[in-house]
T-cell receptor
Framework: NAGVMQNPRHLVRRRGQEARLRCSPM?????VYWYRQLPEEGLKFMVY????????ESGMPKERFSAEFPKEGPSILRIQQVVRGDSAAYFC????????????FGPGTRLTVL | GENVEQHPSTLSVQEGDSAVIKCTYS??????FPWYKQELGKRPQLIID?????GEKKDQRIAVTLNKTAKHFSLHITETQPEDSAVYFC???????????FGTGTRLKVLA
């Protein structure tokens, strides 16, 4: 049973470009969470999604950031018109049930904005 | 909203000694407290968790204690080894919700 998969592992973008980060949850998991980790800091909740639904996006910046989890395929975190402050590690996690026990983390995508 | 404070931010111990990391939370409705270990450049991995109906939980060299009244919980690592060196994060969550509020992390260094 493969763990949570994220790609790409490293992404370099110039200011103003778009970044697309993908997350495939563990098999059987229908709940996906995205977190952002700035250098030397903790993990900050961004958004929680179930298939085809955004349940809570209270941690996402209001502009330029969006997330989806379509019926088929991975969850996507999209950052438009990236700025240097978006440079961070973005982790997704999945769980079989919401609010019940462990969230399993992916390896993260390290975004660098030049 | 919920806030989780974690101390210390860095901790160095000699191999074989014990390490203790402490967290406090603000929301009395929180009832699930996981601890994650993150090695450099790697994903966070759950090492132990505790629910609010339990005061202590142990797994080999790792233990977690919870004081609901004081809203404190702590991670204890005994007989530390160099491979325990990593950043440790505590988190708090409410059953039936999904949002983990993480502490700011403790960088543990075990000196050989």
């Amino acid at each position: 049973n493969a763990g949570v998969m994220q790609n790409p592992r490293h992404l370099v973008r110039r200011r103003g470009q778009e970044a697309r980060l993908r997350c495939s949850p563990m098999k059987g998991h229908s709940h996906v969470y995205w977190y952002r980790q700035l250098p030397e800091e903790g993990l900050k909740f961004m958004v929680y999604l179930q298939k085809e639904n955004i349940i809570d996006e209270s941690g996402m910046p209001k502009e330029r950031f969006s997330a989806e989890f379509p019926k088929e395929g991975p969850s996507i975190l999209r950052i438009q018109q990236v700025v240097r402050g978006d440079s961070a590690a973005y982790f997704c996690a999945s769980s079989p049930l919401a609010g019940e026990g462990e969230q399993f983390f992916g390896p993260g995508t390290r975004l660098t904005v030049l | 909203g919920e806030n989780v404070e974690q101390h210390p931010s860095t901790l160095s111990v000699q191999e074989g000694d014990s390490a203790v990391i402490k967290c406090t939370y603000s929301d009395s409705a929180s009832n699930y407290f996981p601890w994650y270990k993150q090695e450099l450049g790697k994903r966070p991995q759950l090492i132990i968790d505790i629910r609010s109906n339990v005061g202590e939980k142990k797994d080999q060299r790792i233990a977690v204690t919870l004081n609901k009244t004081a809203k404190h919980f702590s991670l204890h690592i005994t007989e530390t080894q160099p491979e325990d060196s990593a950043v440790y994060f505590c988190a708090a969550s409410q059953a039936g919700t999904y949002k983990y509020i993480f502490g700011t992390g403790t960088r543990l260094k075990v000196l050989a």
